[in-house]
């Protein structure tokens, strides 16, 4: 079955710096454009960014852009977002979440989330 | 960017009655508009895409209708399990946007 298992979440201080990881398993890496999605607590869904299979069309909500980073290794099947200078507003579980070619770009696998707070 | 306004931001209701949630956009996404639900402690899953479709598995009492600006979420009788947050997603324009969320709680 599709699993999606998010890890590198903590606690950093503002302005610090995070790697998130996203082991996917249970389908083809390869066949699939991947995306992150965070949720600050008690608050809704905010896309944060995309990636397509081969890596080479990437977007990033204007709230992280040139702070975060995403990409692929599509031979260990892994997902990542590398995330600089953090901002408390930054706190939120992030999703690793499946494209789904039904209609493009949705999302129909998600993973169960990594927390990451932003706080001195 | 599109703004996606859900309403209301709580339902009440109880076990076998019907809901509607609606999902209005900031300018038109055509049909491109899907919808989740998401429990308390869960990640999201996928209901409806493309305004009016279910996704695999997703049971016919969950509809969707609507296109250009106005999308409605119908539940047509409620089970137990159906009490979560539902959102909205645009897949239209770059960057993707979600509403804001509307809770179905038990009354």
């Known amino acids: 079955q599709v699993q999606l298992v998010e890890s590198g979440g903590g606690l950093v201080k503002p302005g610090g710096s995070l790697r998130l990881s996203c082991a996917a398993s249970?389908?083809?890496?390869?066949?699939?454009?991947m995306s992150w999605i965070r949720q600050a607590p008690g608050k809704g869904l905010e896309w944060v960014s995309y990636i397509s299979i081969s890596g080479g069309t990437i977007y990033y909500a204007d709230s992280v852009m040139g702070r975060f980073t995403i990409s692929r290794d599509n031979a260990k099947s892994s997902l990542y977002l590398q995330m600089n200078s953090l901002r408390a507003e930054d706190t939120a579980v992030y999703y690793c979440?499946?494209?789904?070619?039904?209609?493009?770009?949705?999302?129909?696998?998600w993973g169960q989330g990594t927390l990451v707070t932003v706080s001195s | 960017e599109i703004v996606l306004t859900q309403s209301p931001a709580t339902l009440s209701l109880s076990p076998g009655e019907g809901a509607t949630l609606s999902c209005r956009a900031s300018?038109?996404?055509?049909?491109?508009l899907a919808w989740y639900q998401q429990k308390p402690g869960q990640a999201p899953r996928l209901l409806i895409y493309d305004a009016s479709n279910r996704a695999t598995g997703i049971p016919a009492r969950f509809s969707g209708s609507g296109s250009g600006t106005d999308f409605t979420l119908t539940i047509s009788s409620l089970e137990p399990e159906d009490f979560a947050v539902y959102y909205c997603q645009q897949r239209s324009h770059w960057p993707l946007t979600f509403g804001g969320g509307t809770k179905v709680e038990i009354k």
């Open positions: 300018q038109s996404v055509i049909n491109y």
């Open positions: 979440a499946r494209g789904s070619w039904l209609a493009t770009p949705t999302f129909d696998y």
């Open positions: 249970g389908f083809i890496f390869t066949d699939y454009y």
